[in-house]
């Protein structure tokens, strides 16, 4: 059984640091990519980052491009979301997810129906 847990997320103040972290279990780590995804209420899912497990690519969407990172633990099949230089507008659910037809990561990450696999999120709250 697939699994994702995401963990990490606070209340911190604009220009502030928080490492979120995706937990997965129930496939093969290194065979798929996974996607970071943030969604505010009455908004859509956006996708903010993404890295493929196979080659270590990793990309980024233009409005977090410098300020977030992704890293992968393999042992403990695990992926942070290191976000710097946090803005009020960064304030979101953080989700986690994969798509276990596809092993990279999308163009068209909008069609989040896509992704049979997300986690719980986690809520980042960023003001003064």
């Known amino acids: 059984e697939v699994q994702i847990v995401e963990s990490g997320g606070h209340w911190v103040q604009p220009g502030g640091s928080l490492r979120l972290s995706c937990v997965t279990s129930?496939?093969?780590?290194?065979?798929?990519?996974i996607n970071w995804f943030r969604q505010v209420p009455g908004n859509e899912r956006e996708r903010v980052g993404c890295?493929?497990?196979?080659?270590?690519?990793?990309y980024f969407d233009p409005f977090v491009k410098g300020r977030f990172t992704i890293s992968r633990d393999n042992a403990k099949k695990t992926v942070h979301l290191q976000m710097d230089s946090l803005k009020p507008e960064d304030t979101a659910v953080y989700y986690c997810?994969?798509?276990?037809?596809?092993?990279?990561?999308?163009?068209?990450?909008?069609?989040?129906?896509?992704?049979?696999?997300w986690g719980q999120g986690t809520q980042v709250t960023v003001s003064s």
């Open positions: 997810a994969q798509d276990s037809l596809f092993p990279r990561c999308r163009i068209n990450w909008y069609l989040t129906h896509l992704y049979d696999y």
């Open positions: 129930g496939f093969t780590f290194e065979d798929y990519a």
């Open positions: 890295i493929i497990m196979g080659d270590d690519r990793r």
